[in-house]
């Protein structure tokens, strides 16, 4: 005999048995009659090419914009409403295939693009070194392997809080949004958050285009650093971070310098001080060298000038010299007394006189004077 | 490390940051360069110092 139940029975033990069976499903289709009500709920079918199946949730999961045709995977609970028929409430919603990432991440860079979440305007610095940070990566991964090793062995003094989360799989939006809102709550001095993780497929590293990591990347307190280790396709949070690595190491090396060369530059800059020091002092040496010339030069041109005067005063006294006059023919005239006779008033006839020439003196009778 | 001897670091750097800048100043007196040169070259040691032993300390959190 068939169980008999009121329509309120059936479709509470209906809840029950299927609980029982599948309390979490998880269903891949194509998208199909998006539509968000009041801003917050959200009504949708998936479909395939045999069957369709309802689906009700919020906007607070959606990874961000979708459109019809875009395929998903969704994990939901199977649950038949009282008035409302059959859905499935999701709980986590991914979208699935290239084709559909993509053009999901294009609605959503788009979207972001529009509200000035990734401009350059938005950019904070990270102290270099910082005295403290967040770390959000997976304990287990070789990407927190290779970040802790680079850090280590470039720096030191550094204080590292790790909060280990999924970076991948549909668990990981939710793990690193609450990473991050903890990491933001604590405060404590930490200068900046990094958030690593390896590289992967596109959809291994999907938690990176997830609307609610990229607004809680953009919306962080404290700077984000966003290493990833992949070539090419830049995930939305990178772009949404203040700054981005290229991998987990690269994050390492652009957080802190390397403390040998570190300690080389700090040599080298006190060598430059040594050196600024040794060029005062040759600059002073040459000023005082330099002022003993410009002394010595000084005193070279009175020398100069004092025997130049002297020279002068010599010809001048040479010009007097009677010598000179008397070797031009003129001869000094002496009387007995050896007075000497320059007016012909003091001779008279018969006089003895002297006439001293250069060379020797004449001695002579006056014989006649005439006026 | 705790977190005093991270500042101890910062505030090392920025000693040496002052002294060294010091130099690049007009006019240097020579007296007073000796005594800064010496005051950088101690900072610089402490630094090394600093630097060589200083060690990471990681803080687990579960979110």
Known sequence: ?371 | MTMKESKNYKTLKAELDEALLWFEGDDLDVDKAITQYEHALKLTKELEEYLKKAENSIKKLQA
């Open chain 1, 1 to 371: 005999m068939n169980p008999t139940f009121s329509v309120s029975d059936f479709v509470a033990v209906f809840n029950q048995t299927i609980a029982y069976a599948y309390p979490t499903v998880t269903i891949t289709g194509e998208l199909a009659n998006f539509r968000v009500s009041k801003g917050k709920w959200v009504y949708f079918d998936l479909k395939d090419d045999q069957a369709s199946v309802r689906f009700f949730g919020t906007v607070y999961m959606l990874p961000g914009p979708l459109e019809d045709g875009m395929m998903l995977q969704i994990e939901g609970i199977p649950r038949l409403h009282q008035t409302f028929g059959f859905s499935i409430t999701a709980q986590t919603i991914t979208p699935v295939g290239e084709g559909s990432m993509k053009k999901a991440a294009a609605l959503l860079e788009a979207k972001l693009v529009k509200e000035g979440l990734f401009s350059e305007e938005r950019k904070r610095p990270i102290p270099y070194p910082p005295s403290r940070i967040g770390l959000i990566a997976s304990g287990e991964s070789a990407a927190y392997a290779d970040f802790m090793k680079i850090i280590t062995s470039r720096w030191g003094g550094l204080e590292i809080i790790h909060v280990d989360s999924q970076v991948q799989g549909s668990a990981a939006p939710a793990q690193i949004v609450q990473a991050l809102d903890l990491l933001n709550a604590r405060g404590e001095g930490i200068e900046a958050i990094i958030i690593t993780r390896g590289g992967g497929s596109a959809d291994d590293l999907q938690a990176f285009n997830v609307e609610s990591v990229v607004r809680a990347i953009a919306a962080s307190r404290i700077p984000t650093l966003v290493a990833i280790g992949h070539e090419i396709d830049v995930s939305l949070a990178e772009r949404a971070a203040d700054r981005r690595a290229s991998t987990p190491s690269n994050a390492a090396e652009l957080l802190v310098p390397d403390r040998e060369a570190m300690i080389v530059q700090n040599k080298t800059r006190l060598k430059g001080c040594l050196q600024t020091i040794n060029y005062t002092l040759q600059a002073l040496s040459k000023d005082i060298e330099l002022q003993i010339s410009q002394g010595l030069n000084s005193a070279l041109d009175v020398i100069v000038q004092e025997r130049h005067r002297l020279q002068q005063d010599i010809l001048r006294l040479r010009g007097n010299d009677p010598r000179i006059i008397l070797r031009k023919g003129y001869a000094r005239i002496q009387d007995a007394n050896k007075r000497t006779i320059n007016s012909v008033g003091m001779v008279i006839p018969k006089d003895r006189i002297a006439l001293r020439l250069s060379d020797g003196t004449i001695e002579a009778i006056v014989e006649k004077i005439i006026k």
